[in-house]
């Protein structure tokens, strides 16, 4: 069946421009529903639109908490039943109470290899520290920042020539290889959240969750 899909963005939407071409393709068996953003501007809109896909803007700015903007979201994103809650550069600190309301079937990518390096200033920390190897996580969603079970991970090189920004773009081409991969699996019903661990064909995965061989 048809998995349905809600993407929640901030920017440009390149990782939902993944999603959505994966779709197109037949990879992925899922619809994308309707994609919210926090900000008007957010290029991703345009991409949704493009591609006829119901574009929601819901300005954090004109609610006066955090809790009061996370219900708005909710009370906006279960008008299409959602299976799956993609975050693709969605950048707000979500309430627990929205984190527990998803539970098990909200991811996110974050752009380092995880536990390492969760936060802000990923590709710096990384250069800084003198790491040969570099990437991102798709996690599921928990309440702790950055901390959920981790799904799937993809490595990069790092090299000597690397500055910030070149070890960004690495990493971008390999998130637009791995989140597509990652809804892909949720919705063939192969990757699954229980409380106990994440299941991959019925197995547990380990800790690092699924490894995709480096794009280098």
Known sequence: MTKRIVVLISGSGSNLQAIMDAIDTGQINGRIEAVLSNKAEA??????????IPAITLKHTDFEDRLSFDQAMIKEIDQYQPD????????????????????GRML??????????????????AIEAGDKEHGCTVHFVTEELDGGPLAVQGKVSVTMDDNEES????????????????VELYCANKLIW???????????????????????
Request: net charge positive; proline share 7%.
């Open 194 to 216: 229980t409380q106990s661990g994440i299941l991959m064909d019925g197995n547990t995965l380990p800790s690092q969750g699924y490894q995709v061989a480096p794009l280098d």
């Open 167 to 182: 070890l960004q773009q690495k990493v971008h081409a390999i998130e637009h290889v791995i989140y597509p991969l990652a």
């Open 84 to 103: 799956l809650i993609v975050l693709a550069g969605f950048m707000r600190i979500l309430t627990p109470d929205f984190v527990r309301h998803y539970q």
């Open 108 to 125: 996110n990518i974050h752009p380092s290899l995880l536990p390492k390096y969760k936060g802000l200033h990923t590709h710096k920390r």
């Open 43 to 52: 290029f991703g809109l345009q991409r949704a639109q493009n591609a006829n």
